[in-house]
């Protein structure tokens, strides 16, 4: 069987291709596929009637019980063959139904046959995860199908309403089966369950669950809205998803666990009032239909209520007639919807207040129309009496309070069902009067053969009960209750044969009346429209949906900043309180000067939240920092003061470089009221902190690891600076890490700044390329005070090179060069240089290392930058930045990797001793190599922010003439007053 | 076979900084990228396949014998995310060189484009296979400032705004772990998660309780857990189209693992199960909520993927082996078709010229192939079955069931109910995108077929994960119970009397 199912699922994965090239033809062709799995099936009859059932079981998901079992009994089988080989008519069907130059077959094909293939799957598998997953595919497949028309909005909305309401269905039948699945004495093999079934409130709760989902797909009331709405489907669709095979889904379902459950009292319950409400409804919405599809569309809903009222009984014999029924109606509501198709093809219309004649005109479709209504109304000798026959027999001998009502039902339904039939073919083909006959167009014989043939399987079918018995009383019998029943011709005059008899005549009486039935049915509402209830329902989700959303997503920064704060802080602060944890004892200060150094930190970052004036935000900011660089002092801590010293000085420098292009103040205030209640969660915030600072060290419970290091840093990672160790040995990992943040950072911005005039990829700004109209670096609108001193501008005499102290300068605007500056520059910087080498080289031992060193040269680099304006970075670093970025990770990382090369572990140093001869000895540990990578991509960092958010914004600013305000002291036009900022006026930028 | 446990990292550092350094020649990055990412992949495959049949591989960095050095560690939960984040960066990989080609030199990435995309592969195997929780904060860090740079590539107004919230948000999440791991460390003395794993028990419960609601605060902001998810819709879909399928599919994954780790090694008491449960279906809910409400693709597609997290954080507060086996493998599927979704998405816009759901159209007539492409993945995502999201969902439930509390089988109820709603949404927008004809002409464009192969291949993977289905979900299982018992994970980690293997542990021997 599986082989089957693979068949169908390569035919599908080909039919796109084949159909497109080989045009709608290849339906025949094609058709062999669902063919094959009715053909197998007939093969196997002599199996069946035996009673031997072939298995075939193929793991899947073991840890979640999925497995691919499938085994061909009498249900199966009758399913199978149903499924196959009405796929394969409607299949040649279609392969004159649709136009020669129709678009997108191929995709129709492919989802056709795949629907095929899922349907085989869903009647033959016996694991009840794999049927859900293709009760699923069933329906997703339908969702395309119904969409075939995708242009035509009521396509999408049929489609879309399909899809919900049966995926809805779908998922509740998914948890029953877990739930019949987890619980004890369950399992997730139907024939299982339907042997051993279990009990319990939890067994009802799945039951309940199963019959929503089988309720949704065969359509029952109260879910039974979206199948005429799936009329939007090709005419083929229709007869075979929403006829025979897709809608049976649900009544083979309850067939297949009414013989474990149909006993139990919630089951039959539900299935008596949905199937009955559907028989009935289903009928008398038929009875006003003028499009002749919607009448068989309203009628099969009815015909699926009855299926499922029938086969959901324990009764043995009225299943007998059940599962004879779904075979007659598999056959002639396909053959009515074929015939459907060929009148609405001929006559370009179904609407029956327009057809007329077609009995006459159109014998190809009036013969098996005719047929296919005989059986379905139930008139002998066909299929649908001996069914029908059969149930009535059934009800009609053994008679309890429940069974009077189901045969009720079932008399009125049926005389509603002789009505609507009726109805159809006076719809279809008969002639009415005032109504001109029907212009037809001439169509190809191979469209009217299927519905022949299905036409004449019904009749067939009918004369010959006893094999129909002979088939279906093996699994008849496995239902709980009840005598076996027969399939015959002639029951004997009885009460099930005056009940024909009454059917007939009401019916036709009911026919006789249709006038006044419509009007008595426009005129009376029948309690509420489950369409609209269902479109109301989907409006209110979506507005839900809405409210939901607008109220959690404000869009806000702070806002969302707050419920994560609130979120920390209350939950701790619960946690916090329900827990016994205690403060532990506390050494306010080892020296008075730490209580002062906090102080100034306290005060600092109060100000610093205060600050209007974004540079006065930077500075105190900044005596936050320092303030703790001492402190790390005062702990004894040079290497980490050393460290955050510069950090401090370089981050300073940045903010003042980027504070160039902000606003002097910071946009907007914010409301009052808010101002307090950010106040209020800051606090909040920084008590919690504080409050955990001060618990946590008090219930420590082991020696910390740091004991480990001194010694291991000596012994095995050769250097006595534990700090330098730890951050190229022993946390190499770490840094290495670090430093790729660092680079992403350098570049990262520098592709922002640089994003604007996309120049990125340029070179480096030097001297030499300056050409002598260039805008002066830095203009100022402050009158030169020096001016007068200078000599005028192109008198000089020619570059006396050797005589400047710095090349870059002359850039500069005049008033923008510091003599002092300059030479101090010059002083400085090599010495820096050299500082910082010996920084690296040392730092093994003492404080230093790559980190700090980058630092140094890079606070050279801003010396000279600031000394000398961008030409000047130019010359003192001409190299790109991302070059010395790349290196030092190429550097670090690479160097991490080598030991690998020689057996060793990743990152891993060793001593190397050199011998120099005269200069003595040297010791290198290799993490040198590492270290120097580290120093690179500082360097880079800094040269890359220098670049950017120095020269950089200075050359747009001088490009655009918009050059940097003076931002270190107030300029004449900005408002001296903190409270009352300048209103925002320079772009985000 | 440890040796190859630190090259998921090393080897996209390496490149990282060769391609910075070759930052002219464009298209040797490519090659760069390609290649590393590649080698990635392979290694990766070697780890599951070393990792399944020997245990946890363990690496002491630089020989330094943890706690005191660093150890990096990767078991079979390591090995799946480094596989399947290595398939997923390369074919996004795949995907944005072809963009680059498509659109000629104007389209290509800028030159930084690949190093950081690179250093941003590097932090999201460091964080994988982290076995020190500072180690685990640094690769974060790494991970998120390479996305910052993403996020913002191209630095127009709306790429900025979006970046700012992202950015903050990140930045406060960092700041709450690394003060969560200031306590830690406070309160234990070691850093380490084997050696963790041992002292946290020794501690208060109610300070246990504490320091996991910290620790927890930071991961949860990162996997967009409700209450701490509305920054995620509002940054993520401006980004290109590879970047958010990245963003999309790993970086909340990160968040998951950090919590499926710490959950399982750390704190094991089960304390915040019921908050995190309560956590994970209101996401689901309220995720949800936000995707029916969408008019724009990537939007919605953004509020799907907050939503499932919830699905994740479901099967982890489940607490059991089912439960975690259930979410892992919903890890490995959502990674994999949020991206391919999202790639998709960039296709999307890319044919109709607009995400918006109200201007599209037409695209079924149009562009067949991408429609296959949507179909699949969005019935994915929605959990149709035979795909990889049903068997996911499927094993969520049936855990849900078996743990059989009724805030569980509340779980299950609203896990079905998500499922009908993500099938809802995604539904509505295939009808609009694809079926509904466009009501202005779409521009004139193409799909090139080096974008789509790559969409095509990632969302293919949930169908071969369904195929594999089997296999994978017995290793899931078994990576859920090794992390249960914990013992596989410390005792190779921590081989030599509270040491790990290292020579630094020796030195200090010879030393006393």
């Not at chain 1, 997703?140 to 035509?152: A, D, E, K, N, Q």
């Not at chain 1, 999408?156 to 269905?169: E, K, L, P």
Request: net charge neutral; hydrophobic share 55%.
């Amino acid at each position: 069987m599986l082989q089957l199912i693979a068949v169908h699922l390569l035919a599908a994965l080909a039919a796109p291709a084949l159909v497109s090239r080989f045009g709608r033809r290849m339906f025949l062709p094609l058709a062999l596929v669902p063919g094959s799995a009715a053909i197998w099936a007939l093969t196997r009859l002599g199996d069946v009637l035996a009673g031997e059932v072939p298995v075939q079981s193929v793991s899947w998901v073991d840890s979640l019980d999925m497995h691919l079992t499938f085994r061909l009994d009498v249900l199966a089988w009758l399913m199978v063959l149903l499924v196959g080989g009405i796929g394969a008519l409607v299949m040649i069907y279609c392969a004159w139904y649709f136009a020669t130059g129709a678009k997108f077959l191929g995709r129709f094909a492919g989802i056709f046959i795949g629907f095929a293939g899922a349907m085989l799957g869903l009647v033959t598998t016996d694991n009840t995860l794999a049927l859900y997953t293709f009760w699923e595919l069933t329906t997703v497949f339908s969702y395309l199908l119904i969409g075939h028309y995708f242009t035509r909005k009521g396509a999408r909305r049929a489609g879309m309403q399909a899809i919900i309401v049966t995926t809805f269905g779908g998922l509740a039948m998914f948890a029953g089966f877990l739930i019949l699945g987890a619980m004890p004495g369950g399992s997730f093999s139907l024939s299982e369950l339907v042997r051993e079934p279990p009990a319990g409130t939890a067994a009802t709760v799945a039951i309940v669950c199963i019959l929503v989902g089988a309720l949704t797909k065969s359509a029952l009331v109260p879910f039974h809205f979206w199948l005429p709405g799936a009329m939007a489907a090709p005419t083929p669709v229709s007869a075979y998803l929403h006829a025979a095979a897709m809608v049976k889904a649900g009544v083979y379902l309850v067939a297949r666990l009414a013989p474990g459950f149909a006993e139990m009292d919630t089951w039959r319950w539900i299935i008596l009032i949905t199937g009955s409400a559907t028989m009935l409804i289903g009928g008398y919405r038929s009875l006003k239909q003028h499009d002749l599809k919607l009448l068989l569309a309203f009628g099969t809903v009815s015909q699926l209520g009855f299926l499922i009222l029938l086969v959901g009984q324990p009764n043995q014999a009225v299943a007998l007639a059940g599962l004879a029924l779904i075979g007659a109606h598999a056959m002639f509501k396909a053959a009515l919807f074929l015939t459907v198709g060929v009148i609405d093809a001929s006559a370009g219309t179904r609407d029956l207040r327009q057809l007329s004649g077609l009995g006459r005109n159109l014998r190809g479709a009036a013969i098996p129309g005719f047929l296919a209504t005989f059986s379905m109304v139930g008139l002998p000798p066909f299929a649908g009496y001996v069914g029908k026959e059969a149930v009535l027999e059934a009800l009609t001998h053994d008679g309890g309070a429940y069974e009077s009502a189901l045969l009720a039902v079932v008399v009125v339904g049926s005389v509603l069902t002789f009505a609507y039939g009726m109805r159809f073919l006076w719809g279809a083909f008969a002639r009415k009067p005032g109504v001109a006959d029907a212009q037809l167009d001439r169509e190809p014989p191979g469209l009217f053969v299927p519905g022949f043939v299905l036409a004449i399987l019904g009749l067939g079918a009918g004369l010959l009960p006893g094999l129909g018995e002979g088939l279906f009383e093996r699994y008849a019998a496995t239902y709980p209750a009840g005598e076996p029943g027969h399939l015959t011709l002639w029951g004997g005059i009885g009460p099930a044969l005056a009940l024909t008899v009454v059917i007939v005549a009401v019916g036709l009486g009911l026919f006789a009346a249709r006038g006044l039935v419509e009007r008595a049915q426009d005129a009376v509402i029948l309690g509420p429209d489950a369409d609209r209830g269902y479109r109301t329902l989907m409006r209110r989700l979506d507005r839900a949906a809405v409210a939901v959303t607008s109220a959690t997503q404000r869009g806000s920064l702070p806002g969302y900043l707050g419920i994560i704060l609130v979120v920390t802080v209350v939950s701790a602060a619960i946690a916090l309180g329900s827990s016994g944890v205690q403060i532990g004892q506390v050494r306010l200060f080892d020296s008075p000067a730490q209580l002062l150094v906090a102080g100034i930190i306290v005060i600092g970052a109060i100000l610093t939240a205060q600050a209007r004036r974004r540079l006065k935000a930077v500075v105190l900011l900044g005596v936050t920092g320092y303030g703790v660089v001492v402190l790390f002092a005062l702990h004894g801590a040079p290497d980490l003061a050393l460290t955050q010293a510069l950090v401090e000085t370089i981050a300073l420098v940045v903010f003042i470089l980027v504070l160039r292009r902000l606003p002097a103040y910071f946009s907007n205030r914010p409301l009052k009221s808010s101002r307090w209640w950010r106040a209020a969660l800051g606090a909040l915030v920084g008590v919690l902190a504080m409050a955990l600072a001060l618990i946590v060290p008090a219930a420590r419970v082991a020696d910390p690891i740091s004991v480990l290091f001194p010694t291991e840093a000596y012994e095995y990672g050769y250097g006595k600076n534990i700090v330098n160790v730890t951050l190229v040995d022993i946390r190499a990992w770490d840094t290495m890490g670090e430093i790729a943040v660092l680079l992403v950072a350098a570049t990262g911005v520098a592709s922002l700044v640089f994003a604007r005039t996309r120049t990125r990829t340029g070179r480096v700004e030097r001297m030499r390329d300056r050409r002598s109209g260039d805008a002066q670096v830095w203009p100022s609108e402050l009158e030169d005070p020096a001016s007068r001193l200078r000599p005028a501008q192109g008198t000089a005499t020619a570059p006396r090179r050797a005589r400047s102290w710095l090349t870059g300068p002359g850039a500069l605007a005049p008033n923008r060069r510091s003599v002092i500056f300059e030479v101090a520059t010059r002083l400085l910087f090599h010495t820096m240089l050299v500082f910082a080498l010996f920084l690296l080289f040392s730092g093994h031992n003492a404080p230093g290392g790559g980190f700090v060193a980058g630092l140094i040269v890079g606070i050279a680099l801003t010396v000279r930058y600031l000394a000398g304006g961008r030409y000047e970075l130019g010359e003192a670093a001409p190299i790109l930045p991302g070059a010395l970025l790349g290196t030092g990770l190429f550097l670090s990382a690479g160097a991490g990797a080598v030991p690998l090369f020689f057996g060793g572990v990743v990152l891993q140093s060793v001593k190397i001793d050199v011998d120099l001869g005269i200069l003595g000895e040297m010791h290198l540990v290799t993490s040198l190599f590492f270290d120097i990578g580290v120093f690179l991509v500082v360097v880079g960092l800094m040269l890359d922010v220098l670049r950017t958010l120095g020269a950089e914004i200075d050359r747009q600013g001088e490009a655009t003439g918009t050059a940097s305000p003076d931002i270190a002291h107030d300029s004449p036009r900005s408002s001296p007053d903190d409270s009352r900022p300048l209103v925002d006026a320079g772009g985000e930028h | 076979m440890t040796w190859l446990v630190a090259l998921p990292v090393v080897i996209p550092l390496v490149a990282a900084g060769l391609a910075l350094a070759l930052a002219k020649h464009s298209r040797v990055q490519g090659v760069i990228s390609v290649v590393a990412l590649t080698a990635v992949l392979i290694v990766a495959v070697a780890l599951i396949f070393v990792t399944h049949t020997v245990g946890p591989q363990v690496v002491n960095v630089g020989g330094w014998a943890a706690p005191v050095g660093i150890a990096v560690v990767t078991d079979r939960l390591s090995a799946l995310m480094l596989v399947v984040s290595a398939v997923v960066l390369l074919g996004v990989l795949l995907y944005s060189l072809a963009q680059g080609l498509a659109d000629g030199p104007k389209g290509a990435p800028v030159a930084i484009y690949h190093p950081t995309y690179l250093v941003l592969a590097a932090g999201v195997a460091m964080a994988f296979t982290s076995g020190d929780l500072f180690n685990l904060y640094v690769g974060f860090e790494i991970l998120l400032a390479a996305s910052f740079v993403l996020l913002t590539l191209g630095g127009t107004g709306e790429r900025i705004r979006a970046g700012a919230i992202y950015v903050v948000v990140s930045l406060l999440s960092s700041l709450l772990f690394l003060i969560s791991i200031a306590l830690l460390y406070g309160a234990t003395g070691t850093l380490n998660l084997a050696q963790l794993a041992d002292r946290i028990d020794a501690l208060d419960p109610g300070l246990q309780t504490v320091l996991q609601i910290m620790l927890l605060m930071g991961f949860a902001i990162k996997a967009a857990i409700f209450p701490l998810s509305a920054w995620l819709p509002d940054s993520y879909p401006t980004a290109p189209a590879p970047v958010t399928a990245v963003f999309a599919g790993l970086l909340t994954k990160v968040g998951v693992y950090a919590i499926i780790r710490t959950q399982t090694l750390l704190f094991t008491d089960g304390t915040l199960d019921t908050v995190l449960m309560v956590a994970a279906l209101l996401t689901m809910l309220v995720g949800i909520a936000g995707a029916v409400a969408q008019e724009d693709i990537k939007r919605l597609l953004s509020f799907t993927l907050v939503s499932h997290i919830g699905f994740m954080i479901f099967g982890i507060s489940l607490a059991s082996d089912v439960g975690l086996s259930a979410a892992i493998f919903y890890v490995a599927h959502h990674i994999t078709v949020q991206t391919a979704l999202f790639l998709v998405s960039g296709l999307i816009e890319r044919r109709g010229g607009t995400t918006s759901l109200v201007r599209l159209g037409s695209l079924a007539k149009v562009a067949p192939a991408l429609g296959v492409v949507f179909f699949v993945s969005a019935m994915n995502l929605a959990g149709i079955p035979p795909m990889s999201g049903f068997l996911g969902k499927a094993g969520l439930l049936q855990a849900g069931l078996e743990d059989g509390t009724p805030l569980a089988l509340v779980g299950v109820a609203v896990g079905l109910a998500t499922s009908l709603l993500t099938l809802y949404a995604v539904v509505k927008a295939w009808n609009k995108a694809f079926w509904q004809e466009a009501p202005a002409p779409l521009p004139e464009a193409s799909v090139p077929r080096g974008m789509f192969g790559p969409t095509a291949v990632l969302a293919a993977v949930g169908v071969v994960i369904a195929l594999v289905a089997g296999p994978l979900y017995s290793y899931t299982d078994a990576a859920a119970r090794d992390l249960r018992l914990q013992d596989p994970y410390i005792s190779s980690v921590l081989v030599d009397d509270g040491r790990g293997e290292g020579q630094s542990a020796d030195a200090q021997g010879g030393d006393s």
